[in-house]
């Protein structure tokens, strides 16, 4: 059974930068394309990013485009979500979830998710 768990999460100010990592076990990811969403307080979860299995093609909420960037290393069993510039509107709990075969920013299609890991975007 595929396990993941998020870190990375912690208080930033207004326009500073957080890398969240996700680590996979039980099952190797390389079958599982790999997404992101977050749930803010009181709203609904969205997604944020997704990465194919091979990581060529990723895919952006257009909320985080060119602030957000989705990377993988299958050697190490582990997805990385690099975020710059963040905003206030950015602080959600941020889960990582594996779709099999493909990049799904969509949550019908996630196979397993992660307990969440929290960021919070405040001065």
């Known amino acids: 059974q595929l396990q993941l768990v998020e870190s990375g999460g912690g208080l930033v100010q207004p326009g500073g930068s957080l890398r969240l990592s996700c680590a996979a076990s039980?099952?190797?990811?390389?079958?599982?394309?790999i997404a992101w969403f977050r749930q803010a307080p009181g709203k609904e979860r969205e997604g944020v990013s997704c990465?194919?299995?091979?990581?060529?093609?990723?895919d952006y909420a257009d909320s985080v485009k060119g602030r957000f960037t989705i990377s993988r290393d299958n050697t190490k069993n582990t997805v990385y979500l690099q975020m710059i510039s963040l905003k206030p509107e950015d602080t959600a709990t941020y889960y990582c979830?594996?779709?099999?075969?493909?990049?799904?920013?969509?949550?019908?299609?996630?196979?397993?998710w992660g307990k969440g890991t929290l960021v919070t975007v405040s001065s």
């Open positions: 990465i194919t299995r091979s990581g060529g093609r990723t």
């Open positions: 979830a594996a779709a099999l075969r493909r990049c799904s920013l969509y949550q019908y299609d996630i196979n397993a």
């Open positions: 039980g099952l190797s990811l390389d079958y599982y394309g």
